[in-house]
Every structure is written in structure tokens, then in C-alpha cells.
């Protein structure tokens, strides 16, 4: 694949609306970055726009009336995902019957704070109704199909980026020997990438995996199927890297194994991060993932997998920026301070895109989009 295709160039555009939404917004709080200078900013939100860049956290409806968590979230990140209020589960919970309830109101809360949308997640083995279990052949196959055109049609011109299949692959590299892979076959992420295109043509739709954070087995056998999309149009365009790390954690090669996917055409996005550990330890490691996805100019941001670690889903080993009482821990430091120090914008992917440009923007759809930013979306 040497050139875009009509569905990206399309999501492009989208992306510049809401690159336009978004700039007005910071510009509202007075966290506007000046184009050029080295000024730090004092929020990671606010820290990473300065690369054109954002910084999100997974969100659970049902907290956002807690003041320090509304608090904490409208204050420090410039996107969200829905930590499982858009999962099939949630969303389908018998055939054919949408319950987009959580997912609206995560939604509504980004855009009324000028936030990114990031969706997950389309297409999973785990956390599916119980009636898809037991679902066979074209039977599964149909309702998946209708599933993500159900759901991805429901939020198109909402979501930026969407995780469309989520950990379809096991540590050897072999395909996970899931339902879907058992009553599919291997083409069921194909199929399920086309359908989500299909459905909004203008999210950018990546495929998400956990243990990919270095090159090993299973990487490699990612990075093939990115390879093989692009080389046949099939419609991937991001991997996402869900970073769930521990204090310990080697990532000699995380910069390295980020690069080569971007150098496929695909933007990278790390998707879950969370640390387990505390304190200086914990810092290095989540200094270092910043710093990797800052020098990748087509790592285009970072979500954490929550925001405070009273509600983590590995609360007991601490994973995440903000204390049990929404103070910010030494972590947080580390990670303001290498958003602040980024030196690549991302942006330069692209081929259309300034490869040094200002960061003025928000967004880098701004630089890849020569149309105006009042377009609409179709
Ligand atoms: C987790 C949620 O954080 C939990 O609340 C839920 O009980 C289980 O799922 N990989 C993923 C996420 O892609 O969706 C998972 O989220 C964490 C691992």
C-alpha cells in the first residue's frame, strides 16, 4: 500500500472537525501551545497537545458523579474510552437489542469537555453476551457482522479511533483459539475490519493486543497480519498496544517494536497503560513508555487504564497516575515531564503532513487535512 485509501482519507477529514472542536476548548482554559516554544504545560492533556498528541483514560459511567474523579478527568486528560461500557456485553446484551446507555453518556461527557473518543471494543472473546457463546459458523459469523455495524453505525462520526478486534492472538503468535477463531477461521478479522469501515468510514480502526511490548512471537505474528492487510486494502489502520506493565518490566525493544509498525502506514496508539508497582520503579517504567511513543511521530497518544487506583482493576498493585484520594503520584511527574520534552510532533506519518510542524493544533488531522475544518462529516 503506497497511497491511502477513500475510506482513510475520509476519516481524515473527520478528524479535523474535531480537531477544530478541541483547539477551541483549550483555548477556552488558557492551555492553547504556542507554536515553537518550549513552554510546559502544567496537564498531561494540555502536555501531550503540545506534540499533537492526546492522553486518555478508560472511564466507568457510574463514577463520573464522584466530584475528585470528574475532577481529575476533566482537568488532566483530553480523551477517554469506555472501560466496558462499549464491550458486547454491554452494548448487545440480547440479539438484536442495542443499550447504547453507558456509551452516550461517556460520549456526551467527552464532547461537552472537548475530549477525544476512543472505542472499545468491537470484537472480543471475552466479555460477550451469553448468547453469542453459543452461536455457531455463519450463525456467529452473521452476528458479529451485524453487531459491529450495529454499534459502530450508532457512534460513527464519534469515535476517533475504535478498537475493532481485541487479543486475537496468544503468546507463540498463533491465533487464539477463540469461538470466533474456532467457528470462523482466520478470516474473521478480516471480515470484522471491513464491516466496522463499512459502518463508519471515517473512525480510525485499529487492531488492540496485550504482551506487545517488545518484539517477540506474538508481535511478529501482529506485525505479519498488519503487513498482509495493507499489502491486500484490507481497511487496519492503527495497533494498539494495551501496555498492561509491571515495575520490573524490560521494553529494550518497545520503541524499536512501535517504530516498525508505524513504518507499515499505521499509527500506533498505546491503548491500556497501567504500572503495577509505586514510586520511583514505577515512574522509570511509565517515563520510559512515554518517552518511546513521544519519539514515534506516528504514536498519536496514550490512554492509562483508569485514573485513580481505588477503581483500577488491578487496584492491589497500584497501577495508575492518581492515588485512592486523586493525589498524583510520582509516576505523574515522570510522565508530564516526557510529554513536556517530546521534540517529534506527531503527524509526519503520513506523507501529507509537515514532518517538523507547529503544534499549534490539537490534533494532527489539522496538518494531514487541507480541507476546512467546518466540513461536514457524511
Ligand atoms: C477490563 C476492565 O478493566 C474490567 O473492569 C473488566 O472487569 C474486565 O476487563 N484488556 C482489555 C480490557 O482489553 O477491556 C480489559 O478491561 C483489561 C484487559
Not at 492533556?45 to 459511567?61: F, I, L, N, T
Request: hydrophobic residues 35%; negative net charge; contains cysteine.
Amino acid at each position: 500500500m503506497n497511497s491511502s485509501s477513500p475510506a482513510q482519507r475520509t476519516r481524515r477529514r473527520a478528524r479535523a472537525v474535531l480537531a477544530a472542536f478541541t483547539t477551541a476548548g483549550l483555548a477556552a482554559t488558557g492551555v492553547v501551545a504556542l507554536a515553537g516554544t518550549a513552554q510546559a504545560a502544567d496537564t498531561l492533556g494540555a502536555a501531550a497537545a503540545e506534540s499533537g498528541r492526546y492522553y486518555g483514560a478508560a472511564v466507568a459511567p457510574n463514577f463520573l458523579g464522584e466530584s475528585g474523579y470528574a475532577s481529575t478527568l476533566n482537568r488532566e486528560f483530553n480523551s477517554l474510552v469506555a472501560e466496558n461500557a462499549m464491550k458486547w456485553d454491554a452494548t448487545e446484551p440480547n440479539q438484536g437489542q442495542f443499550n447504547f446507555s453507558g456509551g452516550d453518556q461517556l460520549v456526551r461527557h467527552a464532547q461537552s469537555q472537548g475530549m477525544e473518543v476512543r472505542g472499545h471494543t468491537l470484537v472480543w472473546h471475552a466479555q460477550q453476551p451469553g448468547w453469542v457463546q453459543g452461536l455457531t459458523g455463519n450463525n456467529l459469523r452473521q452476528a458479529m457482522l451485524n453487531h459491529i455495524s450495529g454499534v459502530a453505525s450508532h457512534y460513527a462520526g464519534q469515535i476517533d479511533s475504535w478498537d475493532v478486534v481485541n487479543e486475537a492472538f496468544e503468546w507463540d503468535g498463533s491465533r487464539r483459539q477463540s469461538n470466533l477463531q474456532q467457528q470462523m477461521g482466520d478470516g474473521w478479522i478480516e471480515d470484522a475490519f471491513r464491516a466496522a469501515d463499512a459502518a463508519d468510514p471515517n473512525a480510525t480502526l485499529c487492531y488492540n493486543d496485550y504482551g506487545t511490548d517488545g518484539i517477540n512471537a506474538k508481535s511478529d505474528a501482529i506485525y505479519r497480519m498488519v503487513q498482509d492487510f495493507r499489502s491486500r486494502g484490507v481497511p487496519i489502520d492503527c495497533v494498539g498496544f494495551q501496555s498492561h506493565l509491571d515495575s520490573n518490566a524490560n521494553l529494550s525493544s518497545y520503541q524499536q517494536n512501535l517504530q516498525r509498525f508505524a513504518d507499515l502506514g499505521v499509527d500506533v496508539q498505546i491503548t491500556e497503560l497501567d504500572v503495577g508497582g509505586s514510586g520511583s520503579s514505577q515512574a522509570n517504567v511509565y517515563g520510559q513508555v512515554t518517552r518511546a511513543c513521544v519519539a514515534v511521530s506516528r504514536c498519536n497518544g496514550i490512554t492509562v487504564w483508569g485514573i485513580t487506583d481505588k477503581y483500577s482493576w488491578r487496584a492491589s498493585s497500584t497501577p495508575l497516575l492518581f492515588d485512592s484520594n486523586y493525589n498524583k503520584k510520582q509516576a505523574y511527574q515522570a510522565v508530564l515531564d516526557a510529554l513536556n520534552a517530546a521534540t517529534t510532533t506527531h503527524g509526519g506519518g503520513d506523507g501529507d503532513a509537515p514532518g517538523n510542524g507547529s503544534a499549534a493544533a490539537y490534533h494532527p488531522a489539522a496538518w494531514r487535512e487541507s480541507g476546512p475544518a467546518t466540513e461536514q462529516i457524511t
